[in-house]
Nanobody
Framework: QVQLVESGGGLVQAGGSLRLSCAASGRTFSSTFMGWFRQAPGREREFVAAISWSGILIYYADSVKGRFTISSDNAKSTVYLQMNGLKPEDTAVYYC?????????????????WGQGTQVTVSS
């Protein structure tokens, strides 16, 4: 099992930036793929971005492409989500997740390990 702890959420005005971090511990060698998801009140949890620990494979949801950047630091066992040009519709709880393969990276049910989430609120 992999333990995941997110941080970096907060309140920001529209157009602002935040950087989320996800620190992994435990059986990190068993998780080769990391994802960020978000869930707004009353909505399904949705895919945001995903990356392999090698950094070779990177994917984004269309809604964040060009504004968000996912990256990984193997030495620190940490994955980041740099969010620029934030919009009110980006308001949600953001979750980090881990899995052992890259297939179906956009499907939340394929990720067995999850963090507790961090709140991001974007004011207009």
């Amino acid at each position: 099992q992999v333990q995941l702890v997110e941080s970096g959420g907060g309140l920001v005005q529209a157009g602002g930036s935040l950087r989320l971090s996800c620190a992994a511990s435990g059986r990190t060698f068993s998780s080769t793929f990391m994802g960020w998801f978000r869930q707004a009140p009353g909505r399904e949890r949705e895919f945001v971005a995903a990356i392999s620990w090698s950094g070779i494979l990177i994917y984004y949801a269309d809604s964040v492409k060009g504004r968000f950047t996912i990256s990984s630091d193997n030495a620190k066992s940490t994955v980041y989500l740099q969010m620029n040009g934030l919009k009110p519709e980006d308001t949600a709880v953001y979750y980090c997740a881990a899995k052992t393969y890259s297939g179906s990276y956009y499907l939340k049910d394929t990720y067995p390990d999850w963090g507790q989430g961090t709140q991001v609120t974007v004011s207009s």
